[in-house]
């Protein structure tokens, strides 16, 4: 399915009778022909501040004055809702049958917290179902004209991230997550053997967590050692997009249901991430 322009009118696609019109692959690129540019936020491993960068790339995104979009497709961990401050919102229908995004600050959010009914409950689903779904929030999801879709995938190279690279047609890339450590380098490389793989465009390495300003005097402490990220990018010929240090009301904002970015610009970290998103609109900018 890649690699041909789609302007969600199947009856004018060349392509639409050789490649079924009614295949998922059709029906995502039909229900995204409005959306310019999607990343993939990813990680080799949980706990690194992944879902952190989603969506505070998708809060800084949208401050910078783009229309964002926010997917969620960690089925069995999705905390966007709960960084968000989503838990509990409705999903409403549209008219014509699609589902709505719910809004965050002006960010249109979809996330598998959403659609289960009980956000605390284990969700036991195996691969069919989890493709499923994702399908769905791909090709059904009403996401409108969006400059920007960022998502969110469980961390690994499982079902969840091989799908949605899959589906997603003509994607900008991947933002691959990490923290400074070299240990940490080992799960990271898989995520960037996985793009490679799949032949997915890697736009660079995010390093979170990387070093911490001390409050009190201003010294730089590296918490973590480092030069796990430049290795990375050494190896697989990728940038460092940028490096996000730690800050307490990271955690904080997150815990309470607002992305940091909303009220950070002028902190190390939301400069950090403010660089990250030029570096992607130039990406963007030489692409079109
Ligand atoms: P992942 O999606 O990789 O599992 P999360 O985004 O859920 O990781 O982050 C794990 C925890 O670390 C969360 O409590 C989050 O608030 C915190 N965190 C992430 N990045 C930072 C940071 N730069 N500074 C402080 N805390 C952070």
């Keep these: 399915m890649a690699g041909h322009e789609c302007n969600g009118d199947c009856s004018h696609c060349a392509h639409a009778a050789e490649e079924n019109a009614e295949s998922p692959a059709c ?20 706990g690194v501040g992944k879902s952190t960068v989603a969506a505070n790339l998708a809060a800084a995104l949208s401050l910078a004055g783009c229309k964002v979009g926010l997917l969620d ?32 600050a002006g960010v249109a959010v979809m996330s598998a917290g959403l659609a289960v009914s009980d956000p605390d409950a284990a969700v036991v689903w195996r691969g069919p179902m989890k493709i499923g779904v994702i399908q769905q929030f791909l090709s059904q999801v009403d996401w409108g004209p969006l400059d920007w879709l960022v998502v969110d995938v469980p961390p690994g190279t499982g079902d969840e991230p091989l799908t949605t690279c899959q589906l997603l047609p003509d994607p900008l890339g991947a933002v691959v997550v990490t923290t400074p ?5 080992a799960d990271v490389s898989r995520s960037l053997a996985f793009c490679d793989q799949l032949a997915f ?81 130039k990406a963007a900018d030489e692409r079109a």
Excluded: W
């Design 73 to 104: 497709v960690d089925v069995h961990g999705p905390s966007i809702v709960e960084m968000l401050g989503l838990r509990g919102k409705p999903l409403m229908a549209t008219e014509d049958g699609r589902i709505r995004p719910v809004d965050a």
């Design 201 to 281: 465009p890697v736009l660079g390495i995010v390093e979170n967590m990387s070093g911490f300003v001390c409050p009190h005097c201003g010294k730089r402490v590296e918490v973590f050692s480092t030069g796990g990220a430049d290795a990375l990018a050494e190896k697989y010929d990728v940038p460092v997009l940028g490096r996000i240090p730690l800050d307490p009301r990271v955690c904080a904002s997150g815990d309470a249901g607002v992305p940091f970015m909303a009220s950070a610009a002028d902190t190390p970290v939301g400069e950090a991430f403010a660089a990250i998103v030029e570096k992607l609109q």
């Design 27 to 46: 029906l995502v690129r039909k229900n995204l022909a409005r959306v310019k540019n999607s990343v993939v936020v990813m990680s080799g491993k949980g």
């Design 181 to 185: 450590q070299r240990v940490a380098a």
